[in-house]
């Protein structure tokens, strides 16, 4: 059986258990301290969850890489498009959600764990956050999800986004506290927030 080792609140968690769900595939939960990730580092040779160990030993870091290596290992029901134009298209989407999406909440993350932050860079930050969102709401429009199936990149993409309508009351980390303020409200992205409603009820792994 495959292992998993996560902590709690994890978003690249979330990735990875929304997938789990969709492809019915049962695993071995490893929960991990996210005071002490010895365990994941004794595993993997770095700190980050989830980390995935097949049967055989092999293991996967980084939760887009297990997102590609659950596909390789059960492609059904797919989690990528079959035809390779709107395969490489997702995979557009994915590099730019981890690489341009995310730069504006980690940045604030960042920020705001100074001394004395920026004010000026906070509240360019928090603008372009925000207003990230009517990118999804364009994206949305006439179909129920990113890329109009289920695929990996509603996985990647709802953990974060998430928090603009859903947060946990035991959640204090200031990265996610940062999505819960500037991704909200969603008066005027209708379909954002219908594409959430839906999402939150999907099962997870």
Known sequence: MLRLYRIPFSTNVERVALA????GIEVEWVDVDPADRTPVREVSGQDLVPVLVEE???????????????????PDPPLYPRDPARR??????LDWFNRVWKRPPNA?????????PNSALVTELAAELA????VFERLL??????????????????PFLRYARYSDAEDEERFHLILVEHLRPLDDHPRLAAWLE?????PRG
Do not use: P, Q, W
């Not at 490489?88 to 989407?93: L, Y």
């Open 56 to 74: 055989d030993g092999s293991v996967t870091y980084d939760s887009t890489r297990i997102l590609a290596r659950l596909e390789e290992l059960h």
């Open 198 to 202: 839906r999402m939150e009820r999907r």
């Open 131 to 134: 207003a990230s969102r009517d």
């Open 88 to 93: 490489a298209e997702v995979e557009v989407f």
């Open 108 to 116: 604030l993350d960042a920020e705001l764990g100074k001394a004395e």
């Open 141 to 158: 429009a006439g179909r129920d999800h990113l890329f109009g199936e289920f695929s990996v990149g509603d996985c990647a993409a709802f």
């Open 20 to 23: 789990l769900a969709h492809k």
